[in-house]
């Protein structure tokens, strides 16, 4: 593709199914490298890989052959599949259906990854559904309950 010149900001989150507390401490900074290295060998630039107890965000710069519900069903299939060949939860783990997926500027790339890179402080003061439903509105994103992530409280 010469003289293609693009950056695709792309923040995307997606959560464990059943929003289990899975990804545990043992093996979440691992998993986020791992996650890291899934987007690096699939032709997309690494910005912040990070999450919590229940979901990832990972924000990344997308490469303009590839779409976004690729790269998402690639990064959760692979990694599923390492969780599971390392045997890191009880059971079979995978990742819920479905994902949110927000862009952004240039200039809003620092707060983004500042802001990834401080998830378990973040959820201190909020949960994930309220970070999640928050995002949603911020970006005028149309949804129907039935359909968002499902919610355990």
Same mark, same amino acid.
């Given at each position: 593709m010469a003289?293609?010149y693009t950056?695709?900001?792309?923040?995307?989150?997606? =959560?464990? %199914?059943?929003?289990? @507390?899975?990804?545990?401490?043992?093996? !979440?900074?691992?998993?986020?490298?791992?996650?890291?290295? $899934?987007?690096?060998?699939?032709?997309?630039? /690494?910005?912040?890989?990070?999450?919590? %107890? &229940?979901?990832?965000?990972?924000?990344?710069?997308?490469?303009?052959?590839?779409?976004? =519900?690729?790269?998402?069903?690639?990064?959760?299939? @692979? =990694? /599923? +599949?390492?969780?599971?060949?390392? !045997?890191?939860?009880?059971? +079979?783990?995978?990742?819920? *259906?479905?994902?949110?997926?927000?862009?952004?500027?240039?200039?809003? !790339?620092?707060?983004?990854? +500042?802001?990834? $890179?401080?998830?378990?402080?973040?959820? %201190? +003061?909020?949960?994930? %559904?309220?970070?999640?439903?928050?995002?949603?509105?911020?970006?005028?994103?149309?949804? &129907? &309950?039935?359909?968002?992530? *499902?919610?355990?409280?």
């Amino acid at each position: 593709m010469a003289n293609t010149y693009t950056q695709i900001n792309i923040h995307a989150i997606f =959560s464990v %199914k059943g929003r289990e @507390n899975l990804l545990t401490n043992n093996f !979440r900074t691992e998993l986020f490298k791992y996650i890291a290295g $899934i987007l690096k060998n699939n032709k997309q630039f /690494s910005l912040a890989v990070n999450g919590y %107890k &229940d979901h990832v965000h990972i924000f990344f710069e997308l490469h303009p052959t590839t779409s976004l =519900s690729e790269i998402i069903k690639i990064v959760k299939t @692979n =990694s /599923s +599949k390492w969780i599971n060949e390392n !045997r890191f939860v009880k059971g +079979k783990f995978s990742w819920q *259906e479905g994902y949110g997926a927000f862009s952004y500027s240039h200039s809003q !790339r620092d707060d983004v990854i +500042k802001y990834i $890179i401080k998830q378990e402080e973040h959820h %201190k +003061k909020l949960t994930f %559904k309220e970070e999640y439903l928050e995002l949603l509105q911020k970006f005028e994103i149309a949804f &129907d &309950d039935h359909y968002v992530f *499902e919610f355990y409280d």
